[in-house]
Nanobody, 127 residues
């Protein structure tokens, strides 16, 4: 079955960096766009970043643009989120998700377009 497993979360000081990873299984990873979302305490889940199936297109939330980078390694069925210059407001549980459409043109920021989700990894940023 489809499985997404995130890792790499942890505690970091403000201004620091962290890289979270998501390993996919149970589907042809290289055919699907991937996304990262996050949910902060008391807030709704929000879009963070997305990458197309080929890796050629990316999209970012304004709040993370210039600080976060999404990438993928199709040979390892893994998507990454490199987070630099972290701020206390980046504290959240980070989830990866797989697009429901095979080989979508571009990438989508709409959580409703994602059909599979990981269990999440906690990122905490201390001030």
């Amino acid at each position: 079955q489809v499985q997404l497993v995130e890792s790499g979360g942890g505690l970091v000081q403000a201004g620091g960096s962290l890289r979270v990873s998501c390993v996919a299984s149970g589907f042809t990873f290289s055919n699907y766009g991937m996304g990262w979302f996050r949910r902060a305490p008391g807030k709704e889940r929000e879009f963070v970043a997305a990458i197309s199936w080929s890796g050629g297109r990316t999209s970012y939330a304004d709040s993370v643009k210039g600080r976060f980078t999404i990438s993928r390694d199709n040979a390892k069925n893994t998507v990454f989120l490199q987070m630099n210059s972290l701020k206390p407001e980046d504290k959240a549980v980070y989830y990866c998700a797989a697009d429901r459409w095979v080989r979508r043109s571009g990438c989508t920021t709409d959580s409703g377009d994602y059909t599979a989700w990981g269990q999440g990894t906690q990122v905490t940023v201390s001030s």
